[in-house]
Nanobody, 114 residues
Framework: QVQLVESGGGLVQPGGSLRLSCAAS????????MRWYRQAPGKERELVAS???????VYVDSVKGRFTISRDGAKNTLYLQMSSLKPEDTAVYYC????????WGQGTQVTVSS
C-alpha cells in the first residue's frame, strides 16, 4: 500500500505562484513514474505533468514554461512548482503513482482569482 498526501494548494492571484507537495509513504524510487493531474469543475481529470524514475519530464502544453515537476528522494516527496498562474489553472490537483496498482492522493484545491 502507498499513501500519497498532497499539500500546498490555496488561493492565489493571477500571475502568482504556488508549490504543491505530495508526500509518499514509501521511497519514491520504487515508482517508475509519478504524475500530477488536475480536475476543474465540470471537466474531466487531465494530466498536467509526469516525471520518471530517470528524471525525464513531460508537461501538458498549457503549462509548459510555467510549471515544473520535481522530486526529492530524501524526503519521498513530489513537487509541482507553479508560476504565472492563470484563472484557468483553477482545479483540484492530484498526485498519482503506480506500484502494482494505481494510487491517488486526496487532492489539493488551487484557486486562481483576483
Amino acid at each position: 500500500q502507498v499513501q500519497l498526501v498532497e499539500s500546498g494548494g490555496g488561493l492565489v492571484q493571477p500571475g502568482g505562484s504556488l508549490r504543491l507537495s505530495c508526500a509518499a509513504s514509501k521511497s519514491i524510487f520504487n515508482f517508475n513514474i509519478m504524475r500530477w493531474y488536475r480536475q476543474a469543475p465540470g471537466k474531466e481529470r487531465e494530466l498536467v505533468a509526469s516525471i520518471t524514475n530517470g528524471g525525464s519530464t513531460v508537461y501538458v502544453d498549457s503549462v509548459k514554461g510555467r510549471f515544473t515537476i520535481s522530486r526529492d528522494g530524501a524526503k519521498n516527496t513530489l513537487y509541482l512548482q507553479m508560476s504565472s498562474l492563470k484563472p484557468e489553472d483553477t482545479a483540484v490537483y492530484y498526485c498519482y503513482t503506480y506500484w502494482y496498482k494505481a494510487y491517488w492522493g486526496q487532492g489539493t484545491q488551487v484557486t486562481v482569482s483576483s
